[in-house]
Structures are given as C-alpha cells and as structure tokens.
C-alpha cells in the first residue's frame, strides 16, 4: 500500500513535470528517489524504514514507468511507434512474468534483502543508462504551470478520452485475473504451484510473442480493417468468458482457453491506440500518458480488491468482473471505428 500510494502520487505530476522540463531531468530525478528508496529497504533497520523505502520505491519509479513510453512518442512517427511499442510491451511482459520466479530464488537464498539490493543495483544501472542513452528533447518542452488543470484539455476532448477508456479497459481485465488467478488456481481447483507457473507462463508468452509478432507486422497493414477484426475477436472472446463463467466450469485448461481469444485480440488496439493517444495532444504527452498509466494502477486495484470480495471459490464472480470491463472495451473500440476524427489518424 505505501508503494502504491507514493506511485499514484507521482503519477499526477510526473506528466506535467515532463511536459514542462522535459523527459530526461525527470527521469533522472525519479530513479534518484528510487535508489534512495530501495537503500531504504535493503538496509532497513526497523519495519517504519522499510515502508518509508517502499513509499519512496513508488514515488520515484512512475517517472521512467510512464516516460519510457513518452520518449518513442517523442522520437518517432506514429507507425515506428507502433512497432516499437509492440516490442516494448512484449519484453515488458516477459519481465512481468519472470520476475515473481526470479524474485522468490532471489528470496530464498538471500533472504528479503536480496530483492531490494537487485532493485538498487538496477536502479542505478537505468540511472547510467539514461545520461549516457536518453536525448535531451528540448523541441518538447511546454511552458504551462504545473497544475491537475492542465489535465482538463485531456478531458475536454472526447476522442481521446475514448481512445484512453479503450487502452485503459484492454488492459486491466489480464491483471485483475492475474491477481486472482494463484488463489483460483491453487487453492480451489487443485493446480500445483509447477503447473500454474506453466499456466502463468503461457499467458505471459503468448501476450508477449503476440505484442512483438504484431509490432512487426502491424505498421505493414490496414490499421483500421486490423481494429475490426481485434473489435470482433474480443467480441467473441467476451461471449466465450461469459459462457465458461455463467455455466461455473471448474476445468483450468477452459478457463485459461476461454482467456487466449481476448488476450490475443486486445494486444492489436493496444499497439495502434495508444501511440495515437499519446499523440492526439502533442503538448500533453506527458500527461496524458500519467493519466492512463494512473488509471490502469487504480482501476487493476480496485478491481483485484472487488474480484476477491466476491470471490467465492469459482471462476464465475471474477469472470463476470473482467467481463464488464470488457465489453467496455469492445463498445470503446467499435466507437473509435466508426469516429470520424480519429478516422483521420488511423
């Protein structure tokens, strides 16, 4: 909770900060706060240390979290974008995955402290990276006083504002079943800790696989025939869901199964959408791209702690739950379709 906290904090401020003073400074500062924190917690003498290297932890680590993404906005066209952030979302994920198993050996053998000495190594290995890597972008930079008013273009604009429900809602139905799915998995249908991590590392692959194999190949296509064809594979894969949890089947390999149509479906308008979205105002970058990142932390949260109030020991309540946000994501995307001026960037 203290690492949330201080991530959803920074996240407010992190985009006008960038947009204002540019992505590097920012950066740098972020990672600074980061490395203190994790010394924080590798050296921690008392458990009030530890939470105050947490809070810190989060606090700094939105700056580089949301800025990576602002950068290839920043660098290149908006097609180059969509196949770089195909690649960055892949290898994003395949992290995401690895990091649980790699952080428990990490654990065992060097007790809690390993893992936060890690982070502080890595830390400052990102903190080189970006002084020698990161270009200063000045041709970026926009004078407007750090304000949450300055967030207010972004919500005035309907067409973005869809594009950002659209990005936010593919997202967040794979991390709330992820959030979930140890209990599901393990404590009420019987996996082994083994065979779930086989479960789990098929999922991560194939989001990750899908997002690099489509980075690829994306740029060379019809964006918009390619947004149809998405629109209407998580249409199915939302009918799929709800049929497994309607009907309360209890096999795991359905229910990872009845997942794969939307997982593979929802990775296309996350590639198109979201360099769209990040360049619908060019002088909000920054903070347009807090805001979704903030949105998909607050919604996952809520969403994993609504999922586990209802969960009563089946698939059907937390198949319901990500059902919801699925057909918010299926309706966004038939309207970014159909919307004329985002017609115009597709």
């Not at 690649?87 to 990091?99: D, E, T």
């Not at 894969?237 to 929802?266: E, Q, R, T």
Request: a positive charge; proline letters at 4%.
């Amino acid at each position: 909770s203290a690492n949330f906290i201080g991530s959803c904090i920074s996240l407010f401020f992190v985009g006008s900060l960038a947009d204002r003073n540019g992505r590097k400074p920012v950066i740098l500062t972020g990672l600074v706060i980061f490395i203190i924190g994790s010394s924080f917690c590798s050296f921690a003498s008392s458990y009030n240390f530890l939470l105050i290297g947490r809070f810190l932890q989060g606090l700094g680590i939105s700056a580089p979290a949301v800025l990576c993404y602002i950068i290839i906005a920043d660098l290149y066209s908006v097609k180059k974008q969509q196949f770089l952030m195909g690649i960055l979302n892949g290898l994003v994920n395949v992290a995401v995955a690895g990091a649980p198993v790699v952080g428990s050996y990490i654990s065992m053998y060097f007790h809690f402290r390993g893992s936060f000495i890690v982070l502080l190594f890595f830390g400052i290995l990102v903190a080189i990276m970006t002084v020698f890597f990161v270009p200063n972008n000045k041709s970026t930079l926009n004078k407007e006083p750090i304000s949450l008013r300055g967030y207010l273009q972004i919500f005035k604009s309907k067409p973005l504002m869809l594009l950002i429900i659209n990005t936010v809602c593919m997202f967040v139905p794979y991390w709330v079943f992820l959030g979930l799915s140890p209990i599901l998995y393990m404590k009420d249908l019987g996996v082994s800790l083994k065979h779930y991590g086989y479960y789990q590392g098929v999922w991560a692959c194939v989001f990750a696989l899908g997002s690099i194999l489509f980075g690829l190949i994306l740029p060379k296509l019809p964006t918009k025939r390619m947004l149809q064809i998405s629109a209407y594979t998580c249409l199915g894969g939302l009918i799929i869901i709800m049929l497994v949890a309607i009907l309360n089947i209890k096999d795991p390999l359905i229910i990872a199964l009845s997942l794969m149509p939307f997982n593979i479906g929802g990775i296309i308008p996350f590639i198109i959408i979201y360099p769209i979205a990040l360049n619908y105002i060019p002088s909000a970058k920054g903070k347009t791209s807090a805001l979704i990142k903030a949105s998909m932390l607050i919604l996952t949260a809520l969403g994993v702690e609504f999922a586990g109030y209802c969960y009563q020991g089946s698939f059907k309540s937390l198949g319901l739950i990500i059902s919801i946000f699925i057909l918010v994501a299926v309706i966004t995307l038939f309207m970014i379709i159909k919307n004329r001026e985002i017609d115009k960037l597709l």
